[in-house]
């Protein structure tokens, strides 16, 4: 199984970005997918999640209102599209994916991507 992110990058408070992550090795649509992020120092947070089917998304409190995640089964792709970034937001942002119910809970995703690096000027 591989999770691949890319679209990471330096932006200014304020900008935007999509992140994207691209699986194989794993039958995509039976599986939820989340968005984590760490910054340095810090624990690995929640950030997102969709469920299996993109009928589903969950935020947590800090990004709700500005991050959309969203999914294309066909592509074996999630995405996150992060708008009216801020400099607190600066960290490297990690997908995953779970088998089943989703959950914002890292300790129950089963493969990780690589990550990919966000950093926010102010």
């Known amino acids: 199984v591989q999770l691949q992110a890319s679209g990471g990058g330096l932006v200014q408070a304020g900008g935007s970005l999509r992140l994207s992550c691209a699986a194989s090795?794993?039958?995509?649509?039976?599986?939820?997918m989340g968005w984590f992020r760490q910054a340095p120092g810090k624990e690995r947070e929640f950030v997102a999640v969709i469920s299996w089917s993109g009928g589903s998304t969950y935020y947590a409190d800090s990004v709700k209102g500005r991050f959309t995640i969203s999914r294309d089964n066909a592509k074996n792709t999630v995405y996150l599209q992060m708008n009216s970034l801020k400099p607190e937001d600066t960290a490297v942002y990690y997908c995953a994916a779970k088998f089943g119910d989703y959950s914002s809970s890292y300790r129950l995703y089963n493969f990780w991507g690589q990550g990919t690096l966000v950093t926010v000027s102010s």
């Open positions: 090795g794993l039958t995509f649509s039976r599986y939820a």
